[in-house]
């Protein structure tokens, strides 16, 4: 199984995350998070999913995903911290059952894609194939998103242009979108936090979809923001990050 990866500090770092970018990213996007959790004494981690930074596959199912990453897993490698972003975080999840079972670890959701409409479904699916066939530029980008840095806006532009149509097409007839089920069986070892988007501006996760009154399930909606809370408050998503005991 072919690895491709970005990596960001001291593989000797005593503290590990694993970032799971979202449909028509690549690990680049998160630069900005990667480099925060870096200077606090991570290494980090960031897969390029199937079909995406030019991957080539065919099998571009959730679970397909999830067993293409079980490699990162490999001798007894673990992570403190795993995050995932919009079709990332819904890997995330899905990756529950294959953590290690005694490794404290803190998983964050950023406005998964967890019991999304047919509606939404087919309103972001006709968005992503209009974005992949009429690639915007970084200024555009700017134009259209003015909290966003120039650096997110060219990592946006560029994981669009790796990404193309037929793995668009693929992701959305091969799966069936419905993963709020996965929370009842959380791991004694394992927090997760849920960052949600406001859904005045585009999220894509609702609060009905998560359950209630589970233990280790926590969730906060980010006002205002819209599903890219990375490129807007990457601070929300470090508050969610556990502090070092150094730190404490």
Not at 36 to 46: C, D, K, R
Not at 59 to 75: H, P
Not at 176 to 184: A, D, G, I, M
Request: aromatic fraction near 8%.
């Amino acid at each position: 199984m072919s690895i491709s990866a970005s990596q960001w500090g001291s593989p000797t770092a005593s503290r590990r995350a694993l970032l799971i970018h979202g449909m028509t990213m690549s690990s680049n996007s998160w630069e900005g998070i990667a480099q925060l959790l870096a200077a606090e004494g991570f290494f980090v981690v960031a897969p390029n999913l199937l079909g995406h930074a030019w991957r080539r596959g065919t099998d571009y199912r959730v679970s397909a995903f999830v067993e293409d990453l079980r490699s990162y897993f490999v001798m007894d490698t673990s992570y403190d911290v795993i995050i995932g972003h919009s079709l990332g975080g819904t890997v995330a999840l899905s990756l529950l059952p294959f953590l290690p079972k005694t490794k404290e670890t803190t998983v964050i959701l950023v406005d998964p894609a967890l019991e999304p409409t047919e509606e939404i479904t087919e309103m972001v699916k006709n968005m992503l194939l209009n974005e992949v066939a009429n690639v915007r530029t970084a200024d555009e980008h700017m134009a259209e998103n003015n909290t966003w840095s120039r650096r997110d806006c060219v990592l946006r532009a560029l994981g669009i242009s790796m990404c193309d149509r037929t793995v668009v097409e693929e992701m959305f007839r091969q799966n069936t979108w419905s993963f709020s089920r996965l929370f009842k069986d959380i791991p004694p070892n394992v927090t997760i936090n849920v960052l949600a988007s406001d859904p005045e501006r585009g999220a894509i996760c609702y609060l009905e979809h998560i359950p209630r009154d589970v233990e280790r399930l926590n969730v906060r909606v980010l006002t205002g923001v819209s599903h890219w809370i990375q490129y807007e408050r990457p601070d929300a998503i470090m508050d969610a990050v556990p502090l070092s005991r150094e730190k404490l």
